[in-house]
Structures are given as C-alpha cells and as structure tokens.
C-alpha cells in the first residue's frame, strides 16, 4: 500500500457515532441504538467541542496500564458502572456545523476532525494515523499488542459498508460468534464448562464452529450463566450436529449441553480454522451487545471434507 493509504490503529472497543446538535449530544451504536445514558462522563466530554453541530464516528474504548485498547476491559466498566475511565477515540467527520462533509476525501475529514482536538479534553482523543509504510506500521502495532491495523483509502469519501475503502489486518485471529449452548462444568469450575459457537452462512443457516472454555474468569462464569440460562431451549439451534468426531459430535456428548437460543454474540481469538471447519485453540474475550446474532455472517472457512471413498 502506497501514499494512497494511511494506517490507524484498529481499537478493541464499541464502535460509535457521536452526534451533536446545539449542545446536544448522542451516542448510537452501529446499529442506531441510542447508548448516550450508558456513558454520561463521554457524553459531557463531547458537549465540550467547540462545535454548533457534528456527526464523529470513533471508538469507545477502555485502556490498560500500558495505554493499550483491552475490551474486556470496557465490558467490565459497563457491568460495574465504571464508565467515566472510558477513551472515545475520534477517527472520522461526518458533518460539520451546517456542511455534510461526508463526501469529502478522509484525508480532509481528517484535517477537520483534528481541528476539533487543539485542546485536550479529558476522555477524547483524536485517532492519529500515518500514511504509507503499512507492513511497519503493522509490525510495531502488534509489538506494542494491539488488536491490529486499518488502512483507509486517503481520497475516497465516506461509504458505510465499503470494504474496498478500509482493510483491515489483525494482529491476532478474532472475530465475533453466536453462543449455541453451553456445557456443564468440570472439577473445581462452577457454572459453565465450555461456550459452544456457531455463526450464520449467506443461506440464513447456523452451523458449529467450536468451543471456547478459556478466557472466562470465575466473575465472567457466573455472570454469563445468568445470562444464557433464560435463552435455554430443549431443540439445537443448529442447521446440522457438530462433526462426529468433534468432541461434540456423539449422541451422548451431545445430550450433555445445554441448547440456547442464538442472541448472545460473543468475541473470541482463535489460532486457525480446523480441515473440520473448527477453531483451533480459542480463548473467550467477552460478550458483544452492539451487534445481533445474525448479523454475524461470515463464509464456511473451508471446503467441507468429502465422505471416504
């Protein structure tokens, strides 16, 4: 990627749009949801640009010791109300006192946003980028262990959804899933043993991906136990049984778990996808209500495997 790319960091947290109307302030999620109660400390720091009216899309993030993006983080800070640490990381200028500025090229939405930022505000930043030099920009993000880069195209104006315009490279394997069910716990765990993951094809179908029995704190064990218990459902959910030779794949493996409803979107990391389009060494981040269940589509990793001979 040449000088017509610049690199930002891709932040590990809730994706929001910040809108401001004479001293009004909202933030909605990517799906529109109206989120501004959840975080008043980010919504006072907001009011505070010296700005008539502006659309800002960024990132609401929690930042550890080291100043590094965490999501559990963040998830943690919703549960316990400690909101008003939270970072909203401003990386994009939709509108601009009267002028949709949306069709502009980035790098002048750039140019604008940072204007905004000539004085620090206390839980507001502006999202810095460089241009050019993206596999080293890349490498020293992932030393510092960040989620990952995103190179935008420089000239283009904004496109919701243009995934020609904003690539993105990961510093590690992550995506979201649906929880399917869960799994009775094991010796001295309490209240959950594994999540098992699904995610749907273009088809509307939900198949198996795996499961994810790391990441979770005792805290986290209970609270999401508290959660899927209500979703709980006597049917599988799933277009078709785990593999046969899946830990999960056996008639009586399979009586063992507890079936919910798909609602409950999860994030994980993985190391690789299986030749049984399973993941491979998962560990559980945290729960994602910014985004329905269905909405987390992604192709059949692999081709599926064919019976022998």
């Not at 302030?25 to 720091?45: F, M, Q």
């Not at 179908?205 to 709980?232: C, D, F, I, N, S």
Request: proline share 6%; charged share 30%.
């Amino acid at each position: 990627m040449g000088k017509e790319w610049l690199h930002e960091i891709k932040y590990d947290g809730y994706r929001m749009h910040a809108r401001i109307d004479g001293g009004q302030v909202k933030l909605l999620t990517r799906t529109g949801l109206d989120w501004s109660h959840r975080y008043r400390r980010t919504i006072e720091a907001l009011s505070a640009l010296k700005v008539r009216n502006a659309y800002i899309d960024g990132e609401l993030c929690a930042l550890n010791a080291d100043g590094v993006p965490v999501f559990s983080r963040l998830q943690a800070a919703m549960d316990e109300g400690r909101t008003d640490e939270l970072i909203f990381f401003a990386f994009d200028l939709l509108f601009l006192n009267g002028e949709n500025t949306a069709h502009l090229p980035l790098i002048d939405r750039k140019k604008r946003l940072q204007g905004l930022f000539k004085k620090e505000l206390p839980g507001l930043r502006y999202s810095e980028h460089v241009i050019g030099d993206g596999p080293r920009f890349r490498e020293h993000a992932c030393k510092l262990t960040l989620e990952g880069v995103i190179s935008k195209r420089t000239d283009r104006p904004y496109a919701p959804g243009d995934r020609g315009i904003w690539v993105k490279s990961k510093c590690l394997n992550r995506e979201e899933f649906v929880v399917v069910g869960w799994t009775d716990p094991e010796g001295s765990r309490s209240h959950i043993g594994a999540l098992l993951l699904g995610y749907y094809t273009d088809d509307g179908r939900l198949h198996y991906a795996g499961r994810a029995g790391t990441g979770m704190t005792a805290k986290e064990l209970r609270r999401l136990a508290g959660v899927l218990a209500p979703l709980q459902v006597p049917k599988m959910p799933l277009a078709e049984p785990p593999p046969r030779d899946s830990r999960f794949g056996s008639p009586l493996q399979l009586s063992k778990v507890h079936w919910v409803r798909p609602e409950i979107v999860v994030e994980v990391t993985y190391l690789t996808w299986t030749e049984d389009n399973l993941l491979r060494q998962v560990s559980y981040q945290a729960q994602r209500e910014d985004k329905p269940a269905r909405q987390v589509v992604r192709p059949i990793p692999h081709p599926q495997r064919q019976p022998d001979g």
